[in-house]
Nanobody, 124 residues
Framework: QVQLVESGGGSVQAGGSLRLSCVASGRTFSSYAMGWFRQAPGKEREFVAAISWSGASAYLADSVKGRFTISRDNAKNTMFLQMFSLKPDDTAVYYC?????????????????WGQGTQVTVSS
């Protein structure tokens, strides 16, 4: 079993920055891939970023490339999403997710474990 807790959300103006954290417990963190997803009101959950169990490979959605970075610190059981140059379209609830079996993936269906989400609001 894996428990995930996000933090770091908040309200910022367009162009601002935030860093989200996701702390994991319950299973060896370095054994599973992780991802970030987001969901805006009235929209489906969408992929933001994913990272392999080792952190050696990572990829981002086209909509956030060049503005967001994903990383993880396996010694601290924590994954991060650093967000720069935020836009109003980035406003959503951000979720971290864990995939115990398989490589990092952009499909939410591949992730078995989810955090409760953290709200990010970007004003223009």
């Amino acid at each position: 079993q894996v428990q995930l807790v996000e933090s770091g959300g908040g309200s910022v103006q367009a162009g601002g920055s935030l860093r989200l954290s996701c702390v994991a417990s319950g299973r060896t963190f370095s054994s599973y891939a992780m991802g970030w997803f987001r969901q805006a009101p009235g929209k489906e959950r969408e992929f933001v970023a994913a990272i392999s169990w080792s952190g050696a490979s990572a990829y981002l959605a086209d909509s956030v490339k060049g503005r967001f970075t994903i990383s993880r610190d396996n010694a601290k059981n924590t994954m991060f999403l650093q967000m720069f140059s935020l836009k109003p379209d980035d406003t959503a609830v951000y979720y971290c997710a864990g995939r115990v079996y398989g490589d990092s993936s952009s499909s939410p269906r591949d992730y078995a474990y989810w955090g409760q989400g953290t709200q990010v609001t970007v004003s223009s």
